[in-house]
Nanobody
Framework: QVHLVESGGGLVQAGGSLRLSCVAS????????MGWSRQAPGKEREFVGS????????FYLDSVKGRFTISRDNAKSTVYLQMNGLKPEDTAVYYC????????????WGQGTQVTVSS
């Protein structure tokens, strides 16, 4: 079983930046696609983006393109979400998730870290 632990959330002013980290244990991190999802109060959960095992391929939600960057350090079993130009609409609980089988489900999830952006 893969265990994922997010950190780095907090309260920031609009226009500010945060860097979220997700540390994985168990399994073989370097072979997994990793992703970030978020859920705002009263909203459906939405997938923020993902990164392939070697970091060569990334995907981003349209609303965060140009502002958010996903990266990974396989030696540290860590995936990052750098968030710049934060907007109040980005306020949500952010979750780290893994895809341990290619083309399969997002099977493991972290506990989430709260990001609050004030205006």
């Amino acid at each position: 079983q893969v265990h994922l632990v997010e950190s780095g959330g907090g309260l920031v002013q609009a226009g500010g930046s945060l860097r979220l980290s997700c540390v994985a244990s168990g399994g073989t991190f370097s072979s997994y696609r990793m992703g970030w999802s978020r859920q705002a109060p009263g909203k459906e959960r939405e997938f923020v983006g993902s990164i392939s095992w070697n970091g060569a391929q990334t995907f981003y939600l349209d609303s965060v393109k140009g502002r958010f960057t996903i990266s990974r350090d396989n030696a540290k079993s860590t995936v990052y979400l750098q968030m710049n130009g934060l907007k109040p609409e980005d306020t949500a609980v952010y979750y780290c998730t893994s895809q341990t089988v290619a083309g399969g489900p997002w099977d493991y999830w972290g506990q989430g870290t709260q990001v609050t952006v004030s205006s």
